[in-house]
């Protein structure tokens, strides 16, 4: 009897173990369902999630959990997200990457990967890796402390290690080539580490830098690439001259756009738009579209009436002409009462409006390119 009882017991456990595994499977796939049940916007496939890496135009909080100054975790930033909450995300609202998961129909926002809340759940349809003050050179987010597209790849790859933890090695290499990657960074290297410091400008010519801008550009797209992602879309650099900050540094007494400025970012752009179409006949299987924010970003500019703008030249926040970050706070009693009129939201990041306006006319006309 003692021995069959044994027998007994140990058959039972064998038959609840095998029960969890196949339990577990399950709750992944029915999770995997129900993120996706949120209505897309883009015609096509869906991705089954959204991996973002950049600056402070995607950041949507992981600098709250870096020593560094470059934050904007307080008021009023936030001030038009859900319950007016400063989440960290550079803008009155929402950013570029919560945008394309919405677009997509994946999830509602786009979750910084460094918040120690996340859940197996949350990773499953993807995270976002962005650091404000980042930059293709590392110099960007050395000087400010932020995370490098290096210390974004490491994180990428311990990303992947806990979805392989999570739900198996092939439905997580599943997500991985599937999944939608989109890269926001570039301005900070131009406007920071460039025109506004000796750290490169008295060493580098502007097409010399661009050029170095690109090699570690290259670079990065070739690390992701080996690390399993194939659907990968590269924003270019926004007319950096028309940002409220470069106007009041550089554009005169009039605060005009600085098409010095503006001139050397359509220089990086044309020289990654090349780049781009040479990697995607050389890397196999690779999807990699250049995504173009220059352009919508100057034709609001010049054209606010037509989307409902009307303030270009400042941002929302304090006068609009130089408060970015620490300096845009709720002790600025000039900050706008009604965004929606303005561009900018501070003097160098948009508001969610325009946010809204340029991602859903770059995924809609460009969702094609990535399937």
Known sequence: MKSSNTSSGSSTTCITAAAIA?????????????????????????????????DSVVDPGNNN?????????????GRDFEGGKPTGRYSNGKVPSDFIVEEFGIKELLPPYLDPTLQL??????????????????????TANALSLTDQLRLFKEYKEKLKAGIGKDRASNIISESLYAIFIGSNDLTNTYYSTLLRRPYYSISAYTDLMIAYAL?????????GARKIGVTNLPPI????SQRTLAGGPLRSCVEEYNRAAALFNSKLYSEIKSLNSQLPGSKITYLDIYN??????NNPSQSGF???????????????????????????????KYIFWDSYHPTEKTYRIIVNQLFNESSGSFF
Do not use: H, W
């Open 219 to 227: 670079r990065f797209f070739q690390e992701l690439y080996d690390l």
């Open 310 to 340: 009307e303030v270009v030249n400042k941002g929302c926040c304090g006068t609009g002409t130089i408060e970015v970050s620490l300096l845009c706070n709720r002790y600025q009693p000039t900050t706008c009462t009604d965004d929606t």
């Open 65 to 77: 959990y870096l020593p560094t100054v470059a934050k904007c975790n307080f008021p009023p930033y």
């Open 22 to 54: 196949v339990l577990a499977q399950l709750f992944a796939s029915l999770y995997l369902s129900s993120s996706n049940a949120y209505a897309s916007s883009v015609k096509g496939p869906k991705p089954p999630a959204a991996i973002v890496f950049g």
């Open 121 to 142: 759940n949350d990773l499953l349809t993807g995270v976002n890796f962005a650091s404000g003050a980042s930059g293709y050179d590392p110099l960007s987010a050395q």
């Open 241 to 244: 001259g028309c940002l409220p």
């Open 296 to 301: 919508p970003l100057l034709s609001l500019i």
